[in-house]
């Protein structure tokens, strides 16, 4: 075994596949708090759309497909590129590596400015929970209120979550722009691109979620 | 050829021969004096003293309530506090205990310092976050102390809506967000120990070459990563609807308090399990050790390790039988909880199957031991009476459930805590404590310890409600018993506190190995060197190994 | 030495498949939610998204190319997410299905 140890090797560890599998592995676990902790907004919603279905399916009527589609699309799209940032990465192609991370923010700053316009409708037509909620319907208004007060928490969250994706990203851009990855060591870019993954997989299910079921 | 570790250093001599006089090689407790050196240290070890100060300090500010609180339940009228006072008095004692002590102590102070030493390692996978999971404990402890200067909490330590949500007129935002950040201290842990015991066992040692110690933590970090984040959502959701006006758990619009309680109990049942486990892990070591026998059923234990941390995620809605939850869910709830006290039996059978023809001696640790075996089992076996639906719906929320988690928490862990801390001193400060003071303080809060929970037994069988501070004048001479063996165990604790700063400044040398055991920590100088192993122990042998390990030295202080 | 880092380099063309694939199962899932199937509609929404959850865990985030370990803590947090659920449900669905004789 070499005894030359790479500059990129903490003090810890023996050699860099340890180093490196364990950063994968602490990443995967911090995942899974992750999900566990959107899991407890997710049984809520469980819970209420079980023993609510009239008044959910009426809150669920009141979002905009279009715009929760084109959301799905450009998170998928951005889960993409960020593959393809890791691979640029991974081969060491620094340009390429900057254009898809560059790519990736674009898209979750998309992302954000639909979320954003979506809200904003919700603003106007007083679907916001709190004293300004108003509801018309064949609904009960208190449980439309419920599926809103959800719907705020769960895409809130996940938005906070993409805005720290968005950050830890430029933060890639920043050591990716002075030369710090190579094929021998891009791990945060490895990490990032897990954790944007998990941020697209909140969507993928909070999509069919809040905004299909009960589109029939 | 060689059974256990043979590490390819040489043991450093002074600390084998016990020579006085300064260090040949710094240890990481020399290799800094500043305060820099402290706060921004990576080194795994100079981290769990950190812990071991700040859970200490959290200890005592948590004591300091449960002493207010027995004082006022002297008397049968609520007289000492108002009962707007006494209702933050039992949630602030409830909340620093478990979340500023019982769920970090074992791991964040032993846990940190050892996992690394008995895998071989030179640190945790992650020093820095380690170093961010203390900023996240005293940073989380800041705020609950903050909530408890600025108001009080009186929600109890369960935050229970709509009262925490609506009513309640205390600082429960402030609470709720040192619980939120206080959880992420358990995750880092959490995440730390899983991938450093998964990556970096040092060669030669798998998995059931792993002593039953680090078992014990792997375990113990499942349950934190997998439920710390809903109780931290959980948590969030109350301070969002505190702030908003509005939230899932109010009723008005149709959410339901009990929604609250399943997620709340989701982790904090398993939550008790973080707080058992890390002391079950101490216990393999100590009636290992201290009956000089390889611990009995090894496999088994390790296996009931992982049984507890699992199949403590299915019982949580035995918390709520009473609470209006189905009584089909109800009945689920109480017969899985039934089973997930096999797993706790089996050890406590391996334990004393441990000692059966072994070479037993009753150094303090070995008190402890004892200690936590008897009141491990009356805790543990009340918790089946609390688990049996019918006794639950007359013993519910009576002192019967505060004497039951008392048993298995104060009975159980802090003897678990103490036993590491008097087993492990002379590893990590490279003192000897006076053994007879030990053995003396043990037996002390043995005694202090019973007195105060027993009679809490018969107080709930009773009829005498938790949360009240007025009661029947029947109650009160259990009562009183109760306080006044509060007084002894309080007496007890502070014991500890002066002989071991003395053993840490005045001392006798510690030996690499002062107890004969085996395990890779013994195979360092005491205390150890910062980057722990000269060179990386290579283990060809199985654990709890006694032949080769040189008989006990003469300890006596 | 220049090293390489360990890790499995996977071919854009995967990557650009199993884009088509979730952009496809979007569609789907759009379309099929206008469809009244009844009771089905849900577990098929679900089971949709977590083909397409499936599907960027194990190529995206290279969890096929990884150590059996990674695909252990996947499959170990989805379980203790479905019992959160599970449990969870169980008490909201049998409300008042055992009634307790009142003294």
Known sequence: MSQVSSPYLAHHFEDLEQQQESASLGMWLFLVTEVMFFGGLFAAYAVYRTIYPGPFHAGSHLLDVRLGGLNTAVLITSSLTMALAVHAAQTGHRKALLRYLFLTIALGTVFFIVKGFEWHHKYVEHHIPGPSFHYEGPSDPHRVQLFFVLYFCMTGLHALHVLLGIGAMLWLVLLAYRGKFSTEWYTPVELVGLYWHFVDIVWIYLFPLLYLLGRH | ?557 | ?103
């Not at chain 2, 996992?115 to 820095?128: H, Q």
């Not at chain 3, 397409?52 to 996947?74: C, D, E, Q, T, W």
């Open chain 3, 1 to 103: 030495m220049n090293h390489i880092m360990p890790g499995h380099i996977v071919p854009v063309r995967v990557y650009l498949a199993v884009f088509c694939a979730l952009v496809v199962l979007t569609v789907l899932t759009v379309k099929v939610a206008y469809v009244d199937l009844g009771l089905l509609n849900t577990p098929l929404a679900l089971g949709i998204a977590s083909v397409k959850a499936m599907l960027v865990v194990l190529y995206f985030m290279h969890a096929r190319y990884s150590p059996r370990l990674i695909l252990l803590v996947v499959i170990v947090s989805a379980f203790t997410l479905i019992l959160l659920f599970a449990f969870t449900l169980s008490d909201y669905l049998t409300r008042g299905q055992i009634v307790l004789p009142i003294q």
């Open chain 2, 1 to 557: 050829m060689s059974s256990y570790p043979v590490p390819q250093t040489t043991p450093i001599p002074e600390a084998r021969e016990g020579s006085s006089g300064s260090e040949n090689h710094t240890n990481y407790l020399s290799a800094g004096y500043t305060l820099k050196s402290w706060l921004l240290t990576v080194d795994h070890k100079r981290i769990a003293v950190l812990y071991l100060l700040g859970i200490t300090f959290f200890f005592v500010i948590g004591g300091i309530f449960a002493l207010l609180i027995r004082l006022e339940l002297m008397t049968p009228k609520g007289d000492l506090v108002s009962s707007d006072t006494y209702n933050r008095l039992f949630t602030q004692h409830g909340l620093i205990m478990i979340f500023l002590f019982l769920i970090p102590a074992i791991p964040g102070v032993f846990g940190n310092f050892l996992i690394p030493l008995m895998v071989g390692a030179r640190d945790l996978a992650f020093p820095k976050i380690n170093l961010a999971s203390w900023y996240m404990f005293m940073i989380g402890g800041g705020f609950m102390l903050a909530a408890i200067f600025t108001g009080g909490v009186d929600t109890g330590w369960t935050f229970y809506t709509p009262y925490s949500t609506t009513f309640a007129n205390s600082s429960v935002i402030l609470a709720g967000l040192g619980a939120f950040i206080v959880g992420f201290s358990s995750v880092f842990t959490g995440l730390n120990f899983a991938v450093t015991i998964h990556k970096m066992r040092c060669p030669g040692l798998t998995w059931f070459r792993l002593p039953l110690f680090v078992w014990a933590h792997y375990a113990t970090s499942l349950i934190m990563l997998l439920g710390t984040p809903v109780v931290a959502i959980t948590v969030l959701l109350v301070a969002i609807e505190r702030i908003w006006g509005v939230g899932i758990f109010d009723p008005r619009i149709g959410g339901d308090p009990i929604l609250f309680q399943h997620l709340f109990w989701f982790y904090s049942h398993p939550a008790v399990y973080i707080m058992i486990l890390p002391a079950m892990g101490v216990m393999s070591e100590l009636f290992s050790t201290f009956s000089r026998k390889p611990v009995f059923g090894y496999s088994f234990i390790a296996a009931s390790s992982l049984a507890i941390a699992i199949v403590g995620f299915f019982v949580w809605g035995h918390h709520m039988l009473v609470s209006g939850q189905s009584e089909f869910a109800g009945l689920i709830f109480s017969a899985l909880s039934f089973l997930v006290a096999i797993p706790s039996a089996v050890k406590v059978f391996n334990w004393t199957a441990t000692l059966y023809k072994g070479s037993i001696s009753f150094q303090a640790p070995m008190i402890y031991a004892f200690g936590f075996i008897g009141l491990f089992a009356i805790g543990g076996l009340t918790g089946l009476f609390l688990a049996c639906l019918g006794m639950d719906y007359h013993v519910h929320d009576t002192y019967f459930v505060v004497a039951h988690f008392h048993y298995v928490m104060v009975g159980a862990t802090i003897m678990g805590f103490l036993g590491a801390l008097h087993y492990w001193w002379p590893k990590m400060f490279g003192k000897m404590y006076s053994e007879g003071w030990a053995q003396f303080a043990a037996v002390v809060i043995f005694l202090g310890f019973n007195f105060t929970f027993f009679p809490q037994f018969l107080l709930g069988y009773l009829g005498m409600p938790r949360h009240y501070h007025e009661y029947v004048p029947e109650f009160q001479i259990l009562h009183i018993l109760s306080s006044a063996g509060a007084m002894l165990l309080g007496v007890g604790y502070l014991i500890p506190g002066v002989y071991l700063t003395y053993s840490f400044f005045y001392g006798k040398k510690a030996p690499a190995n002062p107890w004969g055991a085996t395990g890779l920590e013994w195979q360092t100088s005491s205390p150890p060197p910062t980057h722990n192993f000269e060179k990386t122990p290579v283990v060809t042998g199985e654990p709890y190994d006694y032949s080769r390990v040189e008989s006990v030295p003469n300890v006596a202080s």
